[in-house]
């Protein structure tokens, strides 16, 4: 399974951005190899439509889950259409919120903003 987390940074220890498509990076985590990698999101910088860009990143990472604090309207179209499970983050470590999805823990994110 693969996850994604938006990140503030694109090194061990980056936490968790609060902003979703304005987040710089993604962490992509593997887990059944415990690999993770970073994608750049090209969409932060942009004046408009920042979130369903985003989104699109995620999506073409082929990735299973999304963990995120908030969600926008556009850009959660966008993921559930692709059939992508969103999950709320607890705190910002993003460390945390990979063992607290593995363990079932984290609640499906249901408060997506305007």
Do not use: W
Not at 66 to 72: I, K, V
């Amino acid at each position: 399974m693969k996850i994604a987390i938006p990140v503030e940074g694109d090194r061990a220890g980056a936490r968790v951005c609060t902003s979703y498509g304005r987040a710089p990076f993604y962490l992509i985590h593997d887990t059944e190899t415990k690999e993770n990698h970073y994608v750049v999101n090209e969409a932060a910088r942009q004046t408009g439509g920042a979130g369903i860009k985003a989104a699109q990143i995620v999506v073409d990472q082929g990735v299973d889950a999304l963990l995120s604090p908030r969600l926008g309207q556009n850009a959660a179209g966008v993921i559930q259409a692709a059939g992508i499970a969103i999950f709320k983050t607890q705190g910002d470590l993003v460390e945390e919120n990979l063992r607290l999805h593995a363990q079932s823990r984290l609640e499906p994110l249901d408060e997506i903003h305007a």
